[in-house]
Each structure stands twice: as structure tokens, then as C-alpha cells.
């Protein structure tokens, strides 16, 4: 079995930032793209920002220069710092990661809990 598990999030005021952290565990082989997406209430799920095993990156336009992805693949970890956070980055924020696993070498897409962010004064 495989797990995402997500670290990181809270209440922050506008302006400031938070860092959140995602830690794969569980039967891996390796992984692939890894990422984050967000979802507020009411509106769809949207991608945040990826990042490939080769360490290229791609933001969604409303975060660039603002927020920042990194992976460490020691610790199958993905992280994202977000700076100058705006109210409407409040929203549940979910770990994402295309995952190859021994049993039979296929990759599969696997989701974090989600944690939340909440962006408020």
C-alpha cells in the first residue's frame, strides 16, 4: 500500500506564509510527477504547481512568483512554500503523485488527504 501524507497547513494572515510538506511511503518503486492542486469551496479542483523527477517545474499563473515547489527524492517528499498568501488562496490543498509500485511495475495516481489553508485577518 501506498500513502501521501500531508503536513503543513493553517491559518496565516494575508501576506504572510506557510510551507506544506508531503511524505510518500509504503511499497514504491519510484515516482514519477509529483504535485500539488487546491480546492475552495464551491469551485472545482485546480493544479497549483508539479514537478517532475527531473526537477522541471510548472505553477498555475495565479501563484507564480509566489509560490514555490521542491521535492527531495531521499524522502519522497514534495513541498510547497507559499509566500505573500492572498485571501484567495484559502482552500483545501491536495499531494499528488504518479507512483510505480514492485508488484507490477505499472504507475498509478495517488492523493494526500488534503490539509487546509485558510488565508484570513
Known amino acids: 500500500q501506498v500513502q501521501l501524507v500531508e503536513s503543513g497547513g493553517g491559518l496565516v494572515q494575508p501576506g504572510g506564509s506557510l510551507r506544506l510538506s508531503c511524505a510518500a511511503s509504503?511499497?514504491?518503486?519510484?515516482?514519477?510527477?509529483m504535485g500539488w492542486y487546491r480546492q475552495a469551496p464551491g469551485k472545482q479542483r485546480e493544479l497549483v504547481a508539479t514537478?517532475?523527477?527531473?526537477?522541471?517545474?510548472n505553477y498555475a499563473d495565479s501563484v507564480k512568483g509566489r509560490f514555490t515547489i521542491n521535492r527531495d527524492n531521499a524522502k519522497n517528499t514534495v513541498y510547497l512554500q507559499m509566500n505573500s498568501l492572498k485571501p484567495e488562496d484559502t482552500a483545501v490543498y491536495y499531494c499528488?503523485?504518479?507512483?510505480?509500485?514492485?508488484?507490477?511495475?505499472?504507475?498509478?495516481?495517488?492523493w494526500g488527504q488534503g490539509t487546509q489553508v485558510t488565508v484570513s485577518s
Open positions: 514537478i517532475t523527477s527531473g526537477s522541471s517545474t
Open positions: 499528488n503523485a504518479e507512483i510505480s509500485v514492485p508488484s507490477n511495475l505499472k504507475y498509478y495516481d495517488y
Open positions: 509504503g511499497s514504491i518503486l519510484t515516482i514519477s510527477a
